[in-house]
């Protein structure tokens, strides 16, 4: 991915040199035993059709770990003759359900992690709370369509759930700042998330 400061910050950059140090450096593991976690945000539309390149790629390269089978693969009882790779989305958004439809045709299980408040938001008032919680740096050559500013709702989610996909929590509100948070406020956002 190309660094762009309008969407990435210092954190971002400090964060994938350190991934790329620990790769080069880190604790050896068999082949097998790799494990590649991708991470998406919005899946938008118009970009789907690179999502589905991106699936065949991953699924030359590598095996796909279905999230149910995160213990196996933690206590070694889960073998590949290729690295695995787990896919995760972000914040819940409406347009992940594209993604979704790719993932059932190819018989891929992620992880969906979802704000609570997002979801609970009226939806003519998620846009407001996209842009103050989730996203206040908006490109529209990106973002563009209403299901890019809005969250899946329960029953969205719970198809999620029955097709075999892990939902989980991303924090209640999408606020938490763990170096400015009170225990109050991290519970809050944290358990009460869950």
């Not at 910050?9 to 964060?15: S, T």
Request: cysteine-free; aromatic content about 12%; overall charge neutral.
């Amino acid at each position: 991915m190309k660094f762009q400061t309008t969407i990435h910050n210092r954190n971002h950059l400090i964060k994938q040199l350190i991934g790329r140090v620990q790769h080069l450096f880190g604790g050896a593991r068999s082949r097998g035993m790799e494990l590649l976690v991708i991470n998406y945000h919005g899946t938008q539309l118009k970009f789907i059709s690179e999502f589905k390149k991106q699936i065949r790629y991953f699924k030359n390269q590598y095996a796909f770990l279905n999230p149910h089978q995160l213990d196996a693969y933690f206590n070694g009882s889960l073998q590949s003759s290729k690295p695995w790779i787990l896919l995760t989305f972000d914040d819940g958004i409406l347009n992940n359900l594209h993604a979704a439809t790719i993932l059932y045709e190819e018989n891929i299980k992620g992880i969906f992690f979802v704000i609570p408040d997002f979801i609970d938001m009226p939806v003519d008032q998620q846009k407001h709370f996209f842009l103050r919680n989730i996203r206040p740096v908006v490109l529209p050559e990106i973002d563009s369509l209403p299901e890019d500013f809005q969250a899946m709702n329960w029953d969205q989610l719970s198809s999620l759930l029955h097709a075999g996909h892990i939902i989980g929590a991303h924090t209640r509100t999408h606020t938490l700042e763990t170096l400015k948070s009170t225990p109050e406020n991290s519970f809050s956002e944290i358990v009460t998330g869950k």
